[in-house]
């Protein structure tokens, strides 16, 4: 997809209040595009929609819970009745979930699948099929370099991010006949306001571990708009999966030509944590 002039096009994005999503509908709206937008924190997605009706571009907004899907019937329902189909939708609310899988409670795996995993099920389910109808598009799912290599530490966080993957690659095969490019986008260590939001059971789950882990991204300072400027050049190259920071590139290429390696190096990391923290 050409996206060096987007005028004329809609985009939408999920979780765009704050972080990638944020970053990502700006820079869509620099290239002159229309956005739809939505995120469950209401006055932060209208602040932000005024900004972007400030720079001349048409906006819905609406607060949305992505892990409802009557929410999202109703966002798609709205979003269609001002254009026939969006010609790029971006998956990307996500939340984090720090903690070992003997640490997790059914009501946590609940919260993460609804929203990580459901919620991209839900954009796909609702806004793909007029996509298919008028047949071109792009559909961009955010996953994680933990949706790439799985950690201890990060047990449900990880499955419901190698199951965006997947579900990206499926598909991608399905829509390639429509036109259509999938992207499954795979950040890794990305400075964005999650690091606050995340939760975090078992004993890592202390507010002093939380404040190493924030200082420790902010100290990294990968900005959310380096990923946004990475999803824009995913789609004009229409990559099946685009990882973003040069750990994810590091998991990308281990996972595929060093696994045994990369395995032992995953469990030494988090051998010498739990060392560390005396767990």
């Not at 598909?171 to 964005?192: F, K, M, S, W």
């Not at 990294?220 to 229409?238: K, S």
Request: hydrophobic share 45%; proline share 4%; aromatic share 8%.
């Amino acid at each position: 997809m050409d996206i060096s002039n987007l005028r004329g096009k809609t985009a939408l994005v999920t979780g765009a209040a704050s972080g990638i999503g944020r970053e990502t509908a700006l820079a869509f709206a620099q290239r002159g595009a229309d956005l739809a937008i939505c995120d469950l924190n209401e006055a932060p997605l209208q602040a932000f929609a005024s900004e972007l009706v400030a720079m001349g571009r048409k906006v819905y907004w609406q607060r949305v819970d992505v892990a409802d899907r009557g929410d999202m019937e109703r966002f798609a329902a709205a979003v269609h009745e001002r254009v026939p189909a969006v010609d790029i939708l971006v998956n990307n609310a996500g939340v984090g979930l720090g903690g070992g899988f003997l640490h997790t409670g059914l009501d946590d795996w609940d919260w993460v699948i609804g929203i990580n995993l459901k919620g991209v099920i839900h954009g796909c389910h609702f806004f793909v099929p007029p996509m298919v109808a008028r047949r071109s598009g792009h559909v961009v799912n955010v996953a994680s370099a933990a949706g790439l290599v799985a950690t201890e530490m990060l047990s449900a966080y990880s499955t419901t991010k190698f199951a965006v993957v997947g579900l990206s690659e499926a598909l991608r095969d399905e829509l390639t006949q429509y036109g259509i490019g999938v992207t499954a986008v795979c950040p890794g260590i990305i400075n964005t306001p999650i690091t606050r939001s995340s939760r975090i059971v078992g004993p890592l789950g202390t507010e002093q571990n939380r404040e190493e882990m924030v200082r420790a991204y902010q100290r990294r300072n990968y900005g959310p708009e380096r990923v946004a400027a990475n999803i824009l050049r995913a789609i004009e190259r229409n990559r099946a999966v685009a990882p973003v920071s040069p750990e994810a590139w590091a998991f990308y290429y281990g996972k595929r030509f060093i696994p045994g390696l990369l395995a032992r190096f995953t469990h030494a990391v988090g051998a010498r944590e739990r060392k560390r923290r005396g767990l």
